[in-house]
């Protein structure tokens, strides 16, 4: 569990690790399980994705989950809309936001291996087969073969989301 509360909704957020573009230890983030947004702490947005974040004077309605302030508009470069904080350069993407990016070309494919390993089925997988579960990463196919109640619609899309646009990171 993360010690973040997530900026949209105030939910507390959960940790994923993906690994880094460049050699190093793997990149933790936070994701909501509400709305699906997630945050980057200072530098791991650029570690998981190789691109720059850009501060802007404008703030925006929303406040940073470490510091308390309000989070100005950013962008990443590529011409995605984020939210940052001009104290600790924390990042905040929402779920559409991450269904903008994952449909850009990727970058070059990151080095090293690919995918995550599925929760349930131990397996290696794409991550663009990767659905957000409250409990970590599991593959399509252990998702939808679970006879628990369907997800609404909203959350099973962002779930979803979320794996393409981690794929999308790696150059997957
Ligand atoms: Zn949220
Ligand atoms: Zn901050
Ligand atoms: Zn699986």
């Given amino acids: 569990m993360s010690d973040r509360d997530c900026p ?49 004077r404008e703030e925006t309605d929303r406040l940073c989950p470490a510091c308390d302030l309000p989070l100005h508009d950013g962008e990443l470069s590529g011409g995605v809309e984020v939210e940052t904080c001009a104290k600790c350069r924390g990042t905040f993407l929402e779920a559409r936001d991450m269904a903008a990016l994952s449909k850009r070309t990727p970058a070059k494919k990151a080095p ?3 995918g995550f390993v599925c929760d349930a089925c131990g397996e290696r997988k794409p991550f663009s087969q990767a659905q957000a579960t409250l409990t970590g990463l599991e593959c399509e196919g252990c998702v939808s073969a679970k006879v628990a109640p369907p997800a ?21």
Avoid: H, I, Y
Wanted: overall charge negative.
């Fill in 8 to 56: 949209d909704c105030s939910t507390r957020m959960q940790s994923f690790w993906v690994p880094p573009r460049q050699a190093g230890p793997e990149v933790e983030l936070d994701r909501c399980n509400d709305c699906g947004g997630v945050w980057f702490d200072a530098g791991e947005l650029a570690a998981a994705s190789g691109r720059a974040v850009t501060l802007k």
């Fill in 112 to 114: 090293g291996g690919t």
């Fill in 152 to 172: 609404p619609p909203e959350k099973a899309e962002a779930a979803s989301v979320f794996g393409k646009f981690v794929g999308w990171l790696r150059g997957e």
